[in-house]
Each structure stands twice: as structure tokens, then as C-alpha cells.
């Protein structure tokens, strides 16, 4: 087994939630995330249509982690077995100090501060487990709710900073070694 993907998926855990490797059982929950139209309003993907299209994403996600090429969580509130979003560190630079951050969580459970409770958990181990230097984040300019928790953990609009075909995406950034 890869020493990084046994650190990446050692027991992540917040006040409320669990953090976990997304695994085949989980199928059934990655379909109902990934194909939300709600969530789907602000990501341009192609969404899963049935369960064989969330399996292979799960397959896909699990050989990029072990190849060290992504990290994916999904999250649960503590106790439960189903997942009701996740979290992913992806697109890292070449020298591996700097890494993308996405989430996305059913609607729900919005307005509950699960995310922002998820993404300071990554924000830590991206900066304490991982030594990165930077994250980034991408969201649609009309995502409110995701631009407020971006701000509200320190993340800084690069107002000149394009997502190179998705012209309605904002680029957002976080220095980790800024952090108290």
C-alpha cells in the first residue's frame, strides 16, 4: 500500500462528521450526489445516469488516489453510513505544494456549516500532513453559499485569474503558511 494514501485516509473526524475513503458501497450515495440538480447547477460535468456510471467514478477516484494524483472524502455525519457530499484535493502542481480544493453537499444539509466544518479539516491536513503551500478553489460566480465559505475560511479572490474554460468560475486562494 502507497505510505501517502494510508496517511490520507487514516480516520479524518470534525465535531460532527466523518471524513472517509468513498468505496463501491457507496454507490448509491455518489449517484445521488454527483447527479443533484441543485449541485449540478454550478459544476459543469458529466453527471452519473445510473449506478454503473457512479461505480466507475468511484474506480476512477480510488486509482488516482493510489496513484497520488487526487484525494477524495467523503463525508458523513458521525454514526451514519451514507455520505451527503465530498471533498477532494486534486489538480496538485508539478512540485506538489499547491492543490485544488472542491466539495460539493446535498442540498439538504446546506446552511448547517457541515462544509465549512469539512474544509477546515482539509485546509489542516493540506497544510500540517501534506506541507502545502497553496490551495486553490474554483466556483461559479452565482454559488453564494460556496464563495461565502470560501471567504469566511480565508480564501482570497484572484480577481485577475481566469478557470481556463469555465468563464463563469471565480478563482479563489489560500496561502497555508498564513495560517494561524
Not at 453527471?47 to 494524483?69: G, H, M, R, V
Not at 466539495?103 to 465549512?116: C, D, K, N, W
Request: proline share 3%; with cysteine; hydrophobic share 35%.
Amino acid at each position: 500500500m502507497n505510505p501517502k494514501y494510508d496517511i490520507i485516509y487514516m480516520k479524518l473526524e470534525t465535531e460532527r462528521l466523518e471524513l472517509k475513503e468513498i468505496r463501491e458501497h457507496h454507490v448509491e450515495d455518489i449517484l445521488k450526489i454527483r447527479s443533484n440538480d441543485v449541485i449540478n447547477a454550478f459544476i459543469r460535468r458529466n453527471s452519473p445516469k445510473n449506478n454503473y456510471d457512479a461505480l466507475q467514478f468511484i474506480l476512477t477516484i480510488k486509482e488516482k488516489t493510489k496513484n497520488n494524483e487526487a484525494f477524495y472524502w467523503g463525508i458523513s455525519l458521525k454514526g451514519q453510513p451514507g455520505l451527503i457530499g465530498t471533498i477532494c484535493l486534486w489538480n496538485f502542481s508539478g512540485d506538489r505544494k499547491t492543490a485544488e480544493v472542491g466539495y460539493e453537499l446535498l442540498p439538504a444539509y446546506h446552511g448547517q456549516r457541515i462544509m465549512s466544518e469539512a474544509l477546515q479539516r482539509i485546509i489542516n491536513l493540506a497544510s500540517d500532513t501534506l506541507h502545502l503551500n497553496q490551495m486553490v478553489a474554483m466556483t461559479d460566480r452565482r454559488n453564494i453559499h460556496s464563495k461565502k465559505i470560501l471567504l469566511r475560511h480565508q480564501f482570497v479572490q484572484e480577481e485577475n485569474r481566469k478557470d481556463e474554460g469555465f468563464p463563469y468560475n471565480l478563482v479563489f486562494s489560500l496561502k497555508l503558511n498564513s495560517i494561524v
